[in-house]
């Protein structure tokens, strides 16, 4: 009976089966949300990252406390709007993964759902990091203003984006972040399709998505925290790779596993839930008339 369900409904909504007047505008605003209500935790993990052992923030509710009331609650969104233009490189993920999983749908042998969406996570993310980069840096250099001046920290570097994304060490943490994005995006779907093989068929298929979301941001943040802690002090001082490493190595030893992890297990484990609860949610309501009646809630 179960497997019948299955074969009778629509189990991944393609691009081309939603309206597209709803779904544009309905992802832009769930990104805004999103990203307004996370950016405190993005702003906190990139301060403790950058700072030499614990120069002036003991942890995550350490650095919560201190910005709130060094530098007021805005302290806690210095660099949003330049970190919201981030939502053009959402926008460009999004459209070039919908539209790589139809055409290798269309033009491929591939039926498997979990490799398709890899192929195409990984196509996205090469897309969207283009847009990404040079305003990352922006907004990370914004986010280390207002620290306090006797803080042990070294300033940050004046500001050249154009160069800065185009240099080697740039060019790896982009590459780094692709590598990241494509590993997410396969377990996250390989826990979806390991609950949704043990659950009941009338379990809906937005919940199973949402379960599996936290946990593939859990498991990513836990392997690739050492990476985004290189990512963050790259871009902020504009040292080098190789340099980069060495020093943290000596300032961090093993903790380097655990430096902003908190901080940055919040954001992951909540982005990830909100952001699939909302663009499976914005899915089902986009979709053309003829494809309700086949989709799995």
Avoid at 70 to 86: A, Q, T, V
Avoid at 252 to 258: D, L
Wanted: proline content about 3%; some cysteine.
């Amino acid at each position: 009976m179960a497997a019948s369900y299955e074969v009778d409904n629509i189990q991944v909504i393609e691009l081309h089966m939603m309206n597209k007047t709803k779904y544009y505008p309905l992802t832009l605003i769930s990104g805004f949300t999103i990203r307004s209500t996370l950016y405190p935790f993005s702003l906190i993990k990139t301060r403790i990252q950058v700072q030499k052992k614990k120069a002036l923030y003991n942890g995550t509710f350490d650095a919560f406390s201190k910005i709130t009331r060094n530098e007021g609650f805005r302290g806690l969104y210095k660099g949003f709007w330049i970190s919201n233009m981030l939502i053009v490189s959402q926008m460009t993920y999004i459209t070039t993964y919908e539209n790589v999983r139809r055409y290798l749908a269309d033009h491929t042998q591939l039926t498997n759902n979990k490799i398709r969406s890899f192929i195409a996570g990984g196509c996205a993310s090469i897309s969207a990091q283009t847009f990404v980069v040079p305003i990352d840096i922006i907004s990370q250099h914004l986010m280390m203003l207002g620290r306090s001046s006797g803080s042990a920290e070294p300033k940050t570097a004046s500001l050249d984006p154009l160069k800065l994304s185009l240099t080697s060490d740039n060019l790896k943490t982009r590459l780094g972040a692709t590598k990241e994005i494509i590993q997410a995006v396969y377990r996250q779907h390989g826990v979806r399709d390991s609950l949704a093989s043990i659950s009941p068929a009338f379990v809906p298929r937005l919940v199973l998505q949402c379960i599996a979301a936290p946990i593939g941001g859990v498991t990513t943040a836990l392997i690739t925290n050492p990476m985004d802690i290189v990512r963050a002090r790259i871009q902020v001082e504009q040292t080098r790779f190789g340099v980069t490493v060495t020093q943290l190595w000596e300032e961090e030893r093993w903790r380097i596993f655990m430096k902003g992890l908190s901080a940055r297990l919040v954001q992951s484990v909540t982005f990830s839930f909100f952001i699939v609860l909302g663009y499976e949610t914005i899915k089902r309501w986009s979709l053309l008339d003829e494809y309700k009646s086949s989709v799995r809630w």
